[in-house]
Nanobody, 126 residues
Framework: EVHLVESGGGSVQAGGSLRLSCATS????????MGWFRQAPGKEREGVAS???????RYADNVKGRFTISKDTATNTLYFQMNNLKPEDTAMYYCAAGRKPALLDWWLQPGRYNSWGQGTQVTVSS
């Protein structure tokens, strides 16, 4: 069973930065597809970034160039560096793990992941 625990959320002003962390069960990040997802009040959960077991990444268009997903397999930790934050980035952020989707277009689909953390809140003020 995969366990995921997020941390690092908080409140920042627009233009600021945050780094989210996701502590995972041993071996998770080297054997599973992992992703960061977010859900704002009244909106559907959306995928923002994903990384495969080999380190290949994919980003949603609205975060490209601002956010970076990475992992440290030695410490079983998934990271999410978020720079130049905008008010529209405000949401609960979740890390997730699952089998690597067969198609690249599926990497950011929440339904492709079956293990989820409890989430960490990110609030960006203007």
């Amino acid at each position: 069973e995969v366990h995921l625990v997020e941390s690092g959320g908080g409140s920042v002003q627009a233009g600021g930065s945050l780094r989210l962390s996701c502590a995972t069960s041993p071996g998770t990040s080297s054997n599973y597809q992992m992703g960061w997802f977010r859900q704002a009040p009244g909106k559907e959960r959306e995928g923002v970034a994903s990384i495969d077991p080999y380190g290949a990444t994919r980003y949603a268009d609205n975060v490209k160039g601002r956010f970076t997903i990475s992992k440290d397999t030695a410490t079983n930790t998934l990271y999410f560096q978020m720079n130049n934050l905008k008010p529209e980035d405000t949401a609960m952020y979740y890390c997730a793990a699952g089998r690597k989707p067969a198609l690249l277009d599926w990497w950011l689909q929440p339904g492709r992941y079956n293990s989820w953390g409890q989430g960490t809140q990110v609030t960006v003020s203007s």
